[in-house]
């Protein structure tokens, strides 16, 4: 709850925190339960009432904030306000209350309205995006906001919070090592943060890996991020790359390029996922020469000088690192929680599991593609820049491989 919000906003925010969260916990509950725990339409006597009383407090209380009218009261304001429509809109979604291929446009008319009157002002997508649930998901008594009160829920939104910052730290290590260069004699210091960084993502995500309960996650924590209709437009869902840091690490350490079609596709297509202070960041690193090719261009002379020699070790070390992470999150991650969740369920159920949209081969495809270009796999087909890290390897004297 942000100190400058208005008393409708106020009390959209306690319900969103109070008795939203807990009808979301007893309607999930209830699926949980059900031999088929993807059809949320099996027992319409228990689940009715719920979803008509969660459906009309909300609309109720959002109209009320778009009839206040606009009340400027800030960035953070509008961003909070924008993430508690937003959230009230996916679990409608969840629930089947509205169903983007059944319909036109949205059925929730106020809740559309308000969300592209704050998302159009504020420069970002007028949908509820991962930033809301995680990095800026104020707590309140020591309770951040969640769709559910489940632990599998809390415990996910906790980790996916934990790796954004850590591939944040990563991320504001490199933009800081830039304008100092690689030959700076603090340029070692910054690539030893940035590994640092990378080593904690990894180590949560083991503990992701090793403590959620796939079928938790799959059936009730994941079902809350599928796409849904905000006006006319369907909006994709929110995934945790949705923040620049992860972009800014590929693009400065020059494991993925700009001009690459592919990789410069899922940059345009994400822009306004993310916070526009995310945005000018991501916009900037497109600008810049990465860390390798600064590396690769350095003067025949100055290879053997001990700034060279250390710091090329350095910078590979941080790409290896960059690499494993990427591996486990496809590996462990995306095969344990959907591939795997998904071989055996209903071709209908499976037809809006993937947050993004596309057919789930289609989206493994191309994660698999990111992951082979942040590893600089040997792969003729993609940029992937395999032949010059093998070259620079060949400049180290001594290369440690052992990390
Ligand atoms: C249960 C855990 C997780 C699963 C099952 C998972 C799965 C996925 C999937 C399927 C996508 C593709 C987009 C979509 O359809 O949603 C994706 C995207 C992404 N996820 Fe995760 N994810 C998990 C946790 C995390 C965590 C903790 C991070 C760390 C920040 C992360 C970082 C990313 C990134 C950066 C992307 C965008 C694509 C890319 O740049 O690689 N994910 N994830």
């Known amino acids: 709850m942000h100190n400058n919000q208005t008393a409708t906003v106020k009390k959209l925010d306690q319900w969103i925190r109070g008795e939203f969260k807990e009808l979301n916990t007893r309607l999930d509950n209830i699926y949980f339960d059900q031999d088929d725990r993807s059809d949320v339409n099996l027992q319409p006597q228990l689940t009715k009432p719920l979803t008509k ?50 319909e036109k446009k949205s059925p929730l008319i106020e809740a559309s309205a308000l969300a592209m009157q704050i998302g159009a002002s504020l420069g970002v997508t007028p949908r509820f995006s991962t930033s809301h649930l995680t990095t800026h998901n104020l707590a309140v008594n020591g309770e951040f906001k969640s769709f559910t009160s489940l632990d599998d ?36 210091e910054m690539l030893t943060i940035a590994k640092q960084a990378l080593n904690e993502v ?36 929110a995934n945790a790359g949705d923040f620049s840091g992860i972009n800014a690490i590929d693009l400065l350490l020059g494991l993925c390029q700009g001009q690459d079609p592919y990789y410069s596709q899922i940059l345009v297509d994400k822009f306004l996922f993310m916070m526009p202070e995310e945005q000018a960041i991501l916009r900037d690193c497109m600008r810049k020469q990465s860390l390798l090719d600064a590396l690769l261009s350095t003067n025949k002379k100055q290879v053997d000088s001990d700034w060279f020699q250390h710091n090329a070790q350095l910078f590979l070390e941080v790409c290896q690192l960059h690499g494993r992470a990427a591996t486990q999150h496809h590996q462990q991650l995306v095969e344990r929680f959907i591939k795997q969740m998904s071989v055996n369920e209903s071709p209908a159920a499976l037809k809006n599991i993937t947050a993004s949209g596309p057919p789930l081969p289609v989206l ?19 940029p992937s820049r395999f032949q010059d890290i093998e070259k620079l390897r060949g400049l180290i004297r001594y290369y440690d491989e052992n990390l």
């Open 202 to 237: 990894i180590q949560h995500n083991d503990m992701l890996f090793k403590c959620l309960n796939p079928q938790r996650f799959f059936y009730c924590v994941r079902p809350y991020y599928k796409p849904y209709r905000v006006g006319q437009n369907v909006y994709r869902g």
């Open 364 to 382: 493994l495809a191309s994660l698999e593609k990111l992951k082979d270009l942040r590893t600089a796999a040997k792969r003729e087909d993609i």
């Open 53 to 102: 009383k969660l459906t009309d407090t909300g609309q109720a209380l959002i109209s009320d904030v778009l009839k206040e009218g606009n009340t400027d009261n800030g960035f953070d304001s509008g961003y909070d306000l924008l993430g508690n429509v937003g959230i009230y809109m996916a679990a409608c979604r969840r629930h089947e209350i509205t169903e983007p291929s059944r």
């Open 153 to 188: 829920e809390l415990l996910f939104i906790d980790y996916n919070t934990r790796g954004i910052l850590g591939y944040k730290r990563c991320a504001d290590a490199l933009i800081k090592l830039l304008p100092l260069g690689i030959s700076h004699p603090l340029a070692a």
